[in-house]
């Protein structure tokens, strides 16, 4: 079954919000579009409380976009965003949602970021999300929304360790560092993983 993953398509990571990816907007009526391709469509939400380990403002002294290391891993300190309940979290006011089935949030731990929607940076914590996919019966993942080096990224890369097929949508992302999401997509296509454009799903 042909699964689309949304990631993180907040308010907080379109341009006017608190860590805006470059033309995050663009790509919301694109991920309309595609929505009606797929048999399932999942989003992950970042949901993180007032005063998350990820938060510059949350380590006095320290910047924004500095690297620290929390608890053994490496974590980059970024500005207050995606808080619960905030309109920063809430999902972008055009993308359609009468297709999503399931909402996956991640980052709720105080202490522990999480890019994928699968699990915690360090990978102490499941979100479900790889169960939830199987009993589904769901097999080719393909992944669009925001930032595309980070939570895409993480994203695709633990959906191959969990053993889906994955595929990015490269023209349904955006990243917040060009040159960043380049590496990111050498090492997906390296580990097994696709790109592809949106023009392969809608003719
Ligand atoms: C994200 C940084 C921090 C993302 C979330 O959705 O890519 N990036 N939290
Ligand atoms: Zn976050």
Known sequence: ???????????DFVPGGALAVPQGDEIVSLIN???????????????HPEEHASF???????????????????????????????????FHPELE????????????????DSYSGFYDNAHL?????????????????????????????????????????AVLIEDATRALDQDDFEKAKKDILEKGGKIITSDEIIN
């Open 1 to 11: 079954m042909k699964t689309l993953v949304i990631i993180d398509m907040q308010n």
């Open 33 to 47: 579009k595609l929505q009606n391709k797929f048999d399932l469509v999942i989003a992950t939400q970042d949901w």
């Open 56 to 90: 510059a403002e949350s380590h006095p002294g320290k910047e924004e976009f500095e690297s620290i290391d929390l608890n053994g891993t490496d974590q980059i300190l970024w500005p207050v965003h995606c808080v619960q309940n905030s309109e920063g979290a809430e």
């Open 97 to 112: 949602n009468a297709k999503i089935e399931a909402i996956f949030r991640k980052g709720t731990d105080p202490e522990i």
């Open 125 to 165: 914590k499941s979100t479900g999300l790889a169960g939830y996919l199987r009993e589904k019966g769901a097999e080719e993942l393909y992944f669009c929304g925001l930032a595309a080096e980070y939570c895409v990224y993480f994203s695709v890369k633990d959906a191959l360790q969990e053993g889906f097929k």
